[in-house]
């Protein structure tokens, strides 16, 4: 695989660089310092004798100069100005630039529409054929081509048009986003078919990275929040003591194949693709908030069971002592936990455990599998195809194609079932 530095040592190290052909989005938060990661790509790309396209939408010509201060051939450096005729709105004040400023370099190339989103392809194409192969992107704003061109779906679509270009161009392209400034649904379509994603946040005035999507990447502590500092033009990563994974893909895979629940149910459940929940279960995205909030309510599971570590067996392998299987939380509701003993492929079993006086209006599994459930303790009614009937100690009953209308718990204690899933 052909590498590329981000110009920053600490993070090179953590991401393993940056691929050939891929797409870094950073999501970012205001105070994150994000220019000094870009500056850093910028700087390292020249030196390596790399031609960098920067597009900005956010800064105008002026202060492009003042704040990159480019000293290694800022010849190979072109920006393309989408904020004097953008959010400059042809003002007086940035137009005057193009009157007065004589040859300078990095290059400055106006676009006198960037609304037009035909004409700034055209203009970044044209950049690009008049240059080797390899020339680096940085676009400066996502948000603010957004804002200019009205909506997320005409910025999507560019970013459709540009992301599969980058592995024939040979190069890499930097995308800043303002994360609180775009919709849950565009910023997981964007990590759908983008290659890295990256998050920038401040919490108690320290600064933190971490990975949200790096595609490729054997490693997984980059998903794991990791400290930055600002030393003058430098950025030094704090590494985190590396501890086992938590494999949260994995454990939300298991969840929905308990439920019987394709990949394509769960999609449409939390309204993305199922190319998404397959990434997010193979752990090769890392889920937003939203997102994973939205997950654990479509499973029907609490969220913290989502990130427990792995249970440790007592005494032997072929041992489960019931209160390890009573820390094990499958799911609950309003009157019931159900707890896992066992799951795989063919054969699942769980505890149940319905409340004093508790009336279940459903089933308390949604699993597609012939069941087998046996009072451990207790009585309780239930209903199947209409017919009620009452379970003391020691009954079974046997479902295959059809489920409970209800449970009820009569009595004052608690009513404790096995339930053998095949």
């Excluded at 042809?90 to 193009?98: H, M, P, Q, T, V």
């Excluded at 192969?133 to 459709?160: C, H, P």
């Excluded at 995308?175 to 400034?181: G, P, S």
């Excluded at 455990?353 to 597609?368: Q, S, T």
């Amino acid at each position: 695989m052909d590498k590329i530095s981000t110009g920053i040592r600490d993070l090179d190290s953590l991401i393993d660089s940056a691929y050939i052909g891929d797409n870094v989005v950073w999501e970012t938060e205001a105070g994150t310092s994000e220019d000094i990661f870009m500056l850093n790509f910028i700087s390292r790309s020249l030196a390596e004798d790399k031609n960098v396209i920067y597009v900005s939408f956010n800064r105008s010509p002026q202060s492009i100069l003042l704040h990159m201060n480019i000293k290694d051939h800022p010849e190979r450096l072109t920006v393309l100005d989408c904020f004097t005729s953008g959010k400059g709105k042809s003002d007086r004040a940035f137009l005057k630039f193009y009157e007065t400023k004589h040859e300078t370099f990095p290059k400055i190339i106006r676009v006198n529409r960037p609304g037009d989103i035909s004409l700034f392809s055209e203009t970044v194409n044209s950049i690009q054929d008049g240059l080797p192969e390899g020339a680096r992107y940085i676009f400066d704003s996502l948000t603010g081509m957004q804002d200019l061109w009205g909506d997320e779906n005409s910025t999507y679509k560019f970013f459709t048009y540009m992301c599969p270009r980058l592995y024939d161009l040979r190069t890499v392209a930097y995308w800043i986003l303002e994360k609180e400034a775009h919709s849950q649904t565009f910023k997981a379509n964007l990590r759908h078919i983008t290659q890295v994603v990256i998050e920038l946040y401040k919490k108690k005035e320290k600064l933190f990275l971490k990975a949200l999507k790096l595609d490729g990447r054997p490693d997984r502590e980059a998903f794991k929040p990791h400290s930055y500092e600002i030393e003058g033009a430098g950025i030094r990563v704090t590494p985190v003591r590396k501890e086992p994974s938590l494999n949260v893909g994995g454990r939300i895979r298991e969840v929905r194949t308990k439920l019987g629940m394709s990949q394509k149910d769960l999609a449409d459940k939390i309204g993305l693709t199922s190319s998404f929940v397959s990434q997010l279960e193979n752990n090769q995205i890392s889920p937003s908030l939203n997102s994973f909030l939205q997950i654990s309510n479509a499973l029907g599971i609490n969220p913290t069971l989502l990130l427990q570590k792995e249970k440790r067996r007592d005494d032997a392998e072929w041992l489960l002592r019931r209160d390890m299987v009573m820390k094990d939380l499958y799911r609950s509701g309003q009157g019931y936990r159900v707890y896992s003993i066992v799951s795989g492929e063919k054969t699942s079993a769980y505890t149940t455990v319905i409340a004093p006086d508790a009336e279940l209006d459903r089933h308390f599994l949604d699993i597609k599998k012939e069941e087998l459930i046996f009072v451990v303790r207790g009585r309780i009614s239930v209903k199947v195809d209409n017919k009620e009937r009452e379970l003391r100690q020691g009954d079974s009953i046997l479902l295959k194609e059809t489920m409970p209308n209800f449970w009820r718990n009569k009595t004052e204690e608690e009513v404790e079932l096995l339930v053998l899933c095949t």
